[in-house]
């Protein structure tokens, strides 16, 4: 999940753990895509789209989250 040759901030891993973070903060532990996109780019100062659909896709699998048009939220 994390290649030696980038930057640990910007793994789908560590995005994970952000998103993770976020819906944990977040009322009702949900949020749509563009709020948690937004919260991303303050901690992170850049996200990008493939490492945020990675992360998406990792956690969605391993059960942790899962969508509700338009939200995000943990189970």
Do not use: C, W
């Amino acid at each position: 999940m994390i290649n030696k040759d980038e930057k640990i901030i910007t793994s789908p891993t560590y995005i994970g753990y952000l998103i993770l973070k976020k819906l944990k903060l977040a009322e009702d532990s949900k949020m749509t895509l563009y709020e948690m996109v937004e919260k991303l780019k303050e901690d992170t100062g850049m996200v990008h789209y493939r490492q945020f659909m990675f992360s998406l896709i990792f956690l969605y699998q391993a059960g942790v989250i899962d969508f509700a048009e338009p939200y995000i939220y943990k189970k």
